[in-house]
């Protein structure tokens, strides 16, 4: 059939309706006025004319119904009829239409909300275009651990762009925070130092100025591009900032463009991309800066060229490279495994974020659902108690087709509010998780939602709908016609009680599961937050500067200005110790290659992590010297550096602890000339100094500050005074001797620490609230349907009381039930738990994925509020009075 | 029980309504009359299950109806056949030349 004419007579008959009847009716007429006529001409009198005329035509009435089916009318009209009264009931039932609507508000919204992320971080391409082109360029020539992925260097990057022909472009960048003075106000921003090439490369839209223009270097200044979210937040709408001057360390830099802020993809929270001097870039760059890792290398495919084809080609560039290198550098490269490989940056890049959201988003299904338990067994009780009422109506004419449309109404129109609610709850969503767990907010600037979005969000009503009418619509589908018809016991009943049952089972299963999850990582944050770190932050306050190379040009400079800081702090009577570093535990050290001397060609390469540091920085710090002594303020790290080294060490360096002190070591033995041997003068006890709540990778080796030109670094104060006051004479005292010098990460060295858990804290927030909400829906579940099946079932408890049943048998008879499903849903609870924490092991901290404690403690308390639960609806069934129950129907 | 030719013609109304309306366009009386002349008065065709019909075909674009006046004056709806509706008539009669020539030939052997 035609769809379109069919559509049309359906709309027509839709807003069209008295004038097809009033039309049908006069063609009608005409009809039967024409056959009267025929039957007069023919004789008959007009009376019996027109009576003969109705008797050919065979009830005009009979054959407007047919017409009004051919035309769809019917349907229309039932279907307006089952609306109006859905939207009746739906303000009659305020409390049970709105618990309803909330519920899957709340359910669809909370996943929508963590999908929004999902989506826009790991599953949606980039937003540039062919985005599907863009690689990482990954090195692997780690000896110790040949699966780590390292990042490139400037060799390679000058070499692919020269020689390569599977890459269009490429470009390398670091990423780091800096001091940028705009417009007279010096700002610690997070920045990208990236070569020419870098947007070319990406093809990242620009909000303001042109791509070419990155590329354009002029003597006086180079080029910097502000991504839009910064611009926005800084400058006002109408401001031009396009040529506005900017300086970093010294250097001047033009803004030259405004970048979408969907760079924040790639490195999240991103604020400028500074362009790469290509002096310093030229300084890099020597045959032994091909095994370093100290950038990012970022390239665009050719479209003709397949992954594995650029990587055979980029081998080949890379062998044809050592070829022309001397006999030792190849043996060197040949020792180290070296080999390259381009992975896809969409799934490389991110890819640590992934298993973290996922975990969300199986926690917000598991809360759908336990919400959806709820709506079902809602819906299951409505249609129990409106048996009668679905009786009479059969007894009326209503049959199965129509009863379930009047069903499917009033589940579609469920549906389409909670969808609506769930879209603002889920933006509503999106700002809550910006706001617990900076980790994720930081890729989402504003609350917006894709149409992949609303598409998941109306997927997952709809589903929650199919599952809503299919408990509904049970009681009617199951039910044969003559149990319809007869006003007999619905079959239904029992059917939709079994269901319930088993629906209320899972809800407990998932409740447990979720509360289990809540646990184990709960006891990680505490364990985390309360574990032997190493070093004792108790009253220590740190403040970290940045020194600008146009007021300290020279060594010396910075030289004395740290002096006379440490000098002036140490006067200072309220502060105790006095230190400097040149990074703090858990904000990241820098890394480096090390070998060890024993012969004159290194036996093995791995690498450190180190720091600079001044005298007293283990006393400031609380670290416990095991053997030998600490930094001391004679040592120096121009030539032949003293180094105190974690105990961790002794394993890297393949010797017993006693036998550290003494061994000589190089850092960095692939840089040219390096021919500084380091000496260990001293073993410290080991720090967490990495992460708090992850076990540590590499050793820490402390090297002296004096002798380095180490403009940015942290004073690290120990005082007994309060933290506001400790902080303000800090303040002072840094204004007083640099007051051109501006101070960032500021505060209390326990606050850093604890910030350093604030993701592991925002997740688990996020999780406790969830298992919060599906321990309350659970709690209501197992109460409300109990006490409705007591409620339901007044009448044969009056009989069995009647007929000699205890009232003991029928308390434990409505217990049974309630702590049956208890138990039956613990065994799932504990199962799902088991398989969703081995799976989340990363998560967990000293923590083990099968703590039976926590286990059992939990399932016990699940238990226990099973019990609350069904003893409520268990002491009302025993307070049920034979007589008055019997007279009730 | 033996059955009469109308009940024969269920289901083959729509072709004798687009075969009434093949020549000319009619109005609904107009096309009964016309399936009784052409039928010499052999089936009487239950006159008000001619419009639900009228509607069904409509609705496949196999006619088209438009308001005009009798030949007595009075506004009624004229039904005339469309292109498609002249294809899917002469395609139904095909078949049912075919059925009922199987049909005959069966009833004729036996």
């Not at chain 1, 299904?365 to 709506?375: A, D």
Request: proline share 3%; with cysteine; charged share 20%.
């Amino acid at each position: 059939m035609d769809l379109f004419k069919s559509l049309s007579f359906g709309f027509r008959s839709l807003f069209q309706s008295n004038k097809i009847e009033n039309d049908l009716k006069e063609e009608m007429e005409f009809h039967l006025e024409q056959q009267t006529q025929h039957y007069i001409k023919n004789g008959l009198s007009p009376k019996k004319a027109r009576l003969a005329a109705l008797q050919d035509f065979g009830g005009t009435e009979k054959h407007m119904d047919s017409c009004r089916d051919g035309w769809g009318m019917r349907f229309f009209a039932e279907c307006f009829r089952n609306y109006r009264s859905v939207f009746r009931n739906l303000f009659r039932n305020k409390s049970f239409s709105a618990t309803i609507l909330l519920v899957l508000g709340l359910c669809v919204g909370a996943n929508t909300s963590i999908f929004v992320f999902l989506n826009k971080v790991v599953f949606a391409p980039y937003p540039f275009d062919r985005s599907g082109d863009l690689l990482e360029i990954l090195h692997y020539h780690d000896k110790t651990n040949p699966e780590l992925a390292l990042k490139s260097n400037l060799s390679t990057y000058a070499h692919y762009t020269a020689d390569s022909e599977s890459l269009r472009s490429a470009s390398l960048h670091t990423v780091g925070w800096k001091n940028v003075e705009i417009q007279g106000e010096t700002l610690r921003l997070k920045g990208i130092l990236a070569t020419s090439e870098f947007f070319e490369t990406l093809k990242i839209p620009f909000v303001e100025g042109a791509v070419d223009s990155f590329q354009s270097v002029s003597s006086n200044s180079s080029p910097i591009v502000l991504t839009d979210s910064f611009r926005q937040s800084r400058f006002p709408a109408n401001q031009n900032v396009l040529g506005q001057l900017t300086s970093i360390q010294g250097r001047t830099y033009k803004v030259v463009g405004v970048v979408s802020s969907d760079i924040q993809l790639l490195v999240p929270g991103v604020q400028f991309i500074s362009h790469w001097n290509t002096d310093e870039l030229a300084k890099l760059n020597s045959p032994e800066s091909r095994v370093e890792n100290h950038a990012t290398l970022w390239a665009r495919k050719n479209t003709s060229f397949s992954l594995p084809q650029t990587n055979i080609e980029l081998e080949h560039l890379d062998n044809q490279f050592f070829a022309e290198q001397s006999e030792s550098y190849r043996k060197n490269i040949e020792d180290l495994g070296y080999r390259t490989q381009a992975v896809k940056l969409r799934k490389f890049q991110n890819q640590w974020i992934r298993p973290k959201l996922l975990l969300l988003q199986g926690v917000s299904l598991m809360i759908l659902i336990i919400g959806l338990v709820n709506i079902t067994n809602m819906l299951l009780a409505q249609v129990n108690a409106n048996k009668r009422d679905l009786v009479i109506r059969n007894m009326l004419g209503a049959g199965k087709k129509r009863l379930l449309g009047q069903m499917l109404a009033q589940i579609t129109v469920y549906v389409a509010i909670g969808w609506i609610l769930s879209i603002t709850t889920a933006l509503l969503g999106i700002s809550v998780l910006k706001s617990v767990t900076n980790e994720i907010g930081q890729f989402i600037n504003t609350p917006k939602l894709a149409p992949l979005d609303i598409g998941f969000s109306a997927l997952l009503a709809l589903c929650c709908g199919l599952v809503m009418f299919s408990a509904r619509a049970s009681g009617i589908i199951f039910s044969s016609n003559s149990a319809l018809e007869s006003n007999q016991q619905f079959s239904a009943t029992k059917q939709s009680r079994i269901t319930a049952y088993l629906l209320l089972t899972l809800q407990i299963g998932s409740s447990l599961t979720l509360l289990i999850i809540t646990g184990l990582l709960a006891k990680s944050f505490w364990a985390a937050m309360n574990q032997e770190s190493g070093f004792n932050p108790k009253g220590v306050i740190t403040a970290r500067i940045e020194l600008p190379p146009q007021h300290y040009q020279n060594e010396n400079q910075i030289v004395s200005l740290r002096d006379q800081l440490l000098d002036k702090a140490k006067a200072k009577p309220e502060f105790s110790s006095v230190a400097i570093a040149s990074h703090i535990p858990t904000f990241g050290f820098p890394t480096s290659r090390f070998h060890v001397q024993e012969t004159d060609q290194p036996r093995s390469q791995s690498e450190t992590r180190f720091v600079f540091v001044s005298a007293d920085y283990f006393q400031t710090m609380g670290i416990p010297i095991l053997s030998g002594r600490s930094i001391a303020s004679t040592d120096n790290a121009f030539w032949r550096e003293n180094n105190v080294v974690e105990a961790d060490a002794a394993r890297h360096f393949q010797k017993d602890q006693r036998e550290l002190i003494g061994q000589r070591f190089k850092i960095a033995p692939n840089r040219p000339k390096n021919q500084n041997w380091n000496q260990i003068v001293g073993v410290a006890a080991n720090t967490r100094h990495e992460y708090l709540d992850k076990p540590q990778t590499m050793p820490l080796i402390y090297r002296p500050i004096q002798g380095t030109a180490a403009r940015e670094f942290s004073l690290l104060i120990k005082t007994p005074l309060d933290i506001p006051q400790a902080l303000r004479e800090l303040r002072n005292l840094i204004k007083e001797t640099a007051p051109l010098v501006p101070v960032f990460r500021i505060g209390s060295l326990e606050g850093f620490m604890t910030e350093s858990l604030n993701a592991r804290k925002g997740y688990l927030k996020i999780i406790f609230a969830y298992s919060l909400l599906a321990l309350l829906l659970s709690s209501v579940g197992v109460f409300a349907l109990l006490s409705y099946d007591v409620s339901r079932q007044i009448k044969e408890i009056g009989i069995r009381i009647s007929i000699g049943a205890s009232r003991t048998h029928i308390f434990w008879h409505v217990m049974k039930k309630g702590l049956s499903a208890g138990l039956i849903g613990s065994i799932l609870g504990l199962t799902g738990a088991f398989l969703i924490a081995t799976s989340i092991r990363s998560f967990l901290f000293e923590t083990h994925a099968f703590d039976l404690i926590l286990y059992l403690s939990l399932s016990t308390l699940i238990l226990l509020l099973v019990t609350i639960a069904s003893y409520l609806p268990s002491k009302m069934a025993v307070r049920v009075s034979p007589l008055s129950a019997l007279r009730q129907e | 029980m033996a059955k009469s030719p109308n009940d024969l013609l269920q289901g083959s109304l729509d072709m004798l309504v687009m075969r009434a309306l093949r020549d000319e366009s009619r109005h609904g009386w107009g096309i009964q009359q016309r399936i009784n002349q052409l039928a010499q008065d052999a089936l009487s065709v239950n006159q008000g299950s001619l419009y639900p019909a009228l509607i069904r075909l409509e609705k496949q674009g196999c006619i088209k109806s438009e308001w005009g006046t009798s030949e007595a004056g009075r506004r009624a709806k004229f039904y005339s056949i469309t292109r498609k509706g002249l294809k899917q008539m002469e395609a139904e009669t095909r078949i049912w030349k075919e059925f009922s020539a199987v049909v005959n030939l069966i009833l004729d052997q036996a």
